[in-house]
């Protein structure tokens, strides 16, 4: 580990990734100092080890005063100004930006159908139109290593497990739970053939790490390690929760009035179907945590 890189300014750091990765490299020796909208959450960031800053993800001012070595970005994958702003604040200094994208740049609104079996191992060139301004961001800060910044983009999949930080629940797999809950079976949208990869919170936050210590300026990665149809996800919490296996399919608005158009098109009704080849040849990262259906189960 280069010791240039032991000082991290984590945005996101009350957060489901951004806390998760802010605790694992405090337990791994980084001092970190985490972002921190309320002042309620400082202790709550303390007591994990981190160093915490009251301020907004918008104000320019508290996010160039911070002192570390690296920032990773994990408030916001669709935050055009806070990216700008960061990359502006590395300009010249050598030190490294993390942005955090998500792998629904790879997407489709399938409404719950099978899709085209590409898996995607680097940035789309043709996104969907909702997220062409997302694959711009990634773009930017990869595209900045040619200005001699040390750039680097993580793009996780669907992430499962408990967070290491102060939040702890995921946003798809809780979703589907507290839907199953409502409906008293497995709920899916359409046939739920429609598959996603996916990455364990403990397994991400270690590609953090090693992205942080080993990363090629420009370097673009997508985590997984496997893959699932959303049916079988749903099968798989309806068991876990008493409910025998029964399943409810949901028509895409039906869909879309319990979770909104983004969460219904994008979050579980797609295809997102990548590769995390690269990580594991360039950065030796080994997932280790049990898949997803093990985990729901």
Known sequence: MQQSSK??????????????VAAHLA???????????????IPRLEALGIR????D???ETVITAQAADAIIN????????????LLA??????????????SSVAGDKAAGEHGPQTRYSVIPTEPPPEKAERVAIDRTVTGAAEQGLRTIVVCPTMIYGDGLGIKRDSIQVPLLRQAARQYQAGVFIGKGANVWSNVHIRDLAQLYQLALE??????????????AAIFDIAVAISRMLGFNGKTRSLSINEAIELWGVEGAHFGLGSNS???????REELGWRPAEKDILQYVQ
């Open 7 to 20: 000082k991290v300014f984590i945005t996101g750091a009350t957060g489901y990734i951004g806390g998760s």
């Open 27 to 41: 337990h791994n020796g980084y001092e970190v100092t985490g972002l921190a909208r309320k002042a309620a959450d």
């Open 52 to 55: 915490a800053v009251q301020g």
């Open 57 to 59: 993800i918008n104000n």
């Open 74 to 85: 994990a408030a916001s994958a669709d935050n055009a100004p806070v990216v700008a702003t």
């Open 89 to 102: 604040a590395i300009a010249g200094t050598g030190k490294t930006l993390i942005h955090t994208s998500g």
């Open 214 to 227: 080993k990363a090629p300026a420009g370097a673009f990665y997508y985590a997984e390690n496997g893959e």
């Open 273 to 279: 179907y990548v590769s995390a080849e690269r990580a």
